[in-house]
């Protein structure tokens, strides 16, 4: 009987996963696999509907990024109206998915992970939580709180609701901005900034507590894709694919979102409801490629905005090639953000922002259409078909957490190999187990949705199957 | 002051429930010296505490895990509430319900993968056949709609708790809001 240990569920993510590991007669780890225990089917429940219905239901794919659906469904549907659209709404689209990357990122560093980060990886489990952070570090919780309202409240002044706004439609959006509005954010901008850049100093300075976890925090070679713009600059709206080898190398560029089923292929994994996307040119396994923040630093030239270009450098410097350490995750993220609010404020500048032309109207033009973005933890893409009346007969999606899987299970079995022992269990080995999920940021009801809420409870099991050793994490 | 035992939880949603209460923001802080989270996606504890004054529950009951936790948490908790519509009527999750589980299935794992296809299931809990709202399994004590609720509905449920009363949110927030 093999002996497994199971971490089940797998919290301070997004979304339901349990994670086995697998142990050898010495306890050795010989396997560990993260599983996506939950379904939801969006693909086949919108059939039958009409597609100017997709952006609000696809929406709630996502509670966490659900400006990122509602963007790539826009856009698919603006193709099946076959609509060029208003200048003013492609500006204020890019805002509204800027202000989510910058609440989703915060979100990430400062809720789910600052408790790895700055109470420690074998912190006790009752206060190894943003609740904990909060006692602590009460200064640093707070500007964490801030920092994801300031993205939230662009969202609801945009957009009339922080979470789930209808106001991205196919063909543009349903309101233009007002001027009190844009003068309210932009008044904003410079503490945005300032906690953004303290945020990275604090990242660099405890970088030097976590030797280990960067060395092995799914630390190796991969391909890394993304959208760059017509300069090879970090860009989340528009813009074509590009794949990246781990030595920097450019494997293909200028690809067409259009044509990612040429690119991009789907495995079915027998233990998880998350599918494997891989680069189709080099086959599963070889065509393992990483997205997000982390992705999208290696494979622009430039960040294209100036604080965030000064830290890129730095950031660049950290691989001869491509820097392939998912725990720099973290890093790219607060990147991002500094990126983000700079372009925010350089957008709602634009002298056309304010106008109010914001939306087109059709009818079906199309009877196919792909929308691609790239949200906060990579590229998503919506891929529809409508019959002559308008509805759904076909969806595809392939979501951004999905592109990471194969690299995930790679990451989680190189943390297990590398921390845990089977004959002496430590929960903060464990922990390490589900931090380097973290690293990622997965969605996961996004990408499925899962199940299975036991106590963690590890059990050893002989050669035999006689118990050998027994731990529980529940206090 | 002991501090009240909160547990939250999500079911087959897509966590803006849970985002809406971080919507909390400032007022999370104060809350978190009244309360404590024992159980939840928030915190690291694995299993159900036994005594749980307050839980939170989002999503719909979509499987055999779901309605395991569901009832769980039922048991263990003095306070019961379902929070946003997908809990309360099953909402966007229910839109599966016009599909034999077996044809979601094959569309997701058959149609639209390239290689292995197949549906999934080592491991991974089956789906059942509907997806439906809470109280259809379990007693529900408070019931808070919205797509997600409003951070300032959570809140004010949440401080009417605090006092012991049962709190009427109809006036903050309505299915579909
Ligand atoms: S009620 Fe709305 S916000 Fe809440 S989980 Fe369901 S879809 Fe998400």
Same mark, same amino acid.
């Given at each position: ?290 997205? /997000?923040? =982390?992705? %999208?630093?290696?494979? +622009?030239? #430039?960040?294209?905005? !100036? ?120 929960? /903060?080995? =464990?922990? %390490?187990?589900?931090? +380097?999920? #973290?690293?990622?940021? !997965? ?33 | ?177």
């Amino acid at each position: 009987m093999p002996k497994t240990i199971h971490i089940d569920p797998v919290t301070r993510i997004e979304g339901h996963a349990k994670i086995t590991i697998h142990l050898d007669d010495k306890g050795r780890v010989n396997d560990a696999r993260f599983h996506v225990t939950q379904f939801r089917g969006f693909e086949k429940m919108v059939e039958g509907r009409p597609f100017t219905e997709m952006p609000s239901v696809m929406a709630r794919i996502c509670g966490i990024c659900p400006v990122s659906h509602l963007i790539a469904s826009s856009k698919a549907c603006d193709r099946i109206l076959a609509v060029q659209i208003p200048t003013t709404a492609i500006l204020l689209r890019r805002v509204l998915n800027l202000a989510q990357l910058v609440q989703s990122h915060a979100l990430n560093f400062f809720h789910l992970s600052a408790p790895d980060l700055l109470l420690g990886m074998d912190a006790p489990v009752d206060e190894r939580n943003v609740f904990g952070v909060m006692q602590k570090h009460p200064e640093l919780a707070k500007k964490g709180i801030w920092l994801r309202k300031f993205g939230q409240e662009i969202i609801e002044w945009l957009g009339g609701k922080r979470i789930h706004p209808a106001w991205v439609v196919p063909g543009g959006v349903n309101a233009p901005l007002a001027s009190d509005k844009r003068d309210a954010i932009l008044k904003r901008i410079p503490e945005a900034i300032q906690i953004t850049r303290d945020a990275l100093d604090l990242y660099k300075r405890i970088l030097d507590d976590f030797p280990e976890e960067t060395r092995t925090f799914a630390n190796f070679p991969s391909l890394f894709m993304g959208l760059v713009n017509d300069k090879n600059e970090l860009e989340h709206y528009s813009g074509t694919f590009r794949f990246i080898d781990a030595a920097g190398h450019i494997v293909a560029d200028r690809v067409s979102p259009r044509d990612y089923a040429r690119y991009i292929a789907e495995s079915v994994e027998p233990d998880s409801y998350l599918k494997s996307p891989y680069y189709k040119p080099m086959g599963y396994e070889n065509g393992m490629y990483r997205v /997000g923040p =982390l992705a %999208r630093l290696n494979i +622009v030239d #430039r960040c294209g905005t !100036p604080l965030a270009d000064e830290e890129w450098a730095e950031f660049r410097s950290l691989g001869r090639g491509a820097v392939l350490s998912s725990f720099h995750y973290h890093f790219a993220r607060l990147i991002e953000i500094l990126f983000g609010i700079e372009m925010i404020e350089r957008l709602l500048n634009e002298p056309d922002i304010l106008s109010k032309d914001v939306r087109a109207v059709a009818r079906v033009n199309n009877h196919e259409g792909i929308g691609v973005s790239e949200a906060p933890r990579g590229t998503l893409i919506h891929h529809y078909k409508v019959d002559e009346h308008g509805l759904m007969t076909w969806a595809n999606l392939i979501i951004a957490t999905g592109h990471n899987n194969l690299a995930m299970n790679r990451g989680v079995l190189q943390v297990a190999k590398h921390f845990v022992d089977g004959k002496n269990i430590q929960e /903060g080995m =464990l922990n %390490r187990v589900e931090a +380097v999920v #973290r690293a990622f940021d !997965p969605c996961l009801s996004c990408s499925t949705h899962a199940v299975g809420q036991m106590p963690l409870r590890v059990e050893l099991y002989g050669a035999e199957g006689e118990l050998l050793d027994r731990k529980e994490r529940a206090s | 002051m002991t501090k009240l035992r909160l547990a939250t939880t999500w079911l087959d949603g897509c966590s803006g429930c849970h985002m809406s209460f971080l919507d909390m923001d400032e007022l999370l802080v104060d809350l978190a010296g009244q309360i404590e989270v024992v159980y939840g996606p928030l915190v690291d504890r694995k299993d159900v505490p036994e005594e749980i004054d307050i839980a939170l529950v989002e999503g719909a009951v979509s499987s055999e895990h779901d309605l395991e936790l569901v009832r769980k948490l039922r048991a263990n908790s003095r306070i019961l509430v379902s929070l946003g519509d997908c809990a309360v009527t099953s909402n966007v999750p229910a839109m599966r319900n016009h599909f034999p589980v077996k044809q979601v299935l094959e569309c997701g794992y058959q149609q639209n993968a390239d290689r292995n296809q197949s549906i999934p299931s080592d491991v991974i809990p089956a789906l059942l056949p509907q997806t439906r709202p809470i109280h259809e399994y379990i007693p529900v004590d408070v019931f808070i709609p919205g797509c997600p609720p409003c951070a300032k509905a959570i809140h004010f449920a949440l401080a009417a708790l605090l006092k012991g009363e049962t709190p009427d949110v109809h006036e903050l927030t309505r299915f579909g809001a």
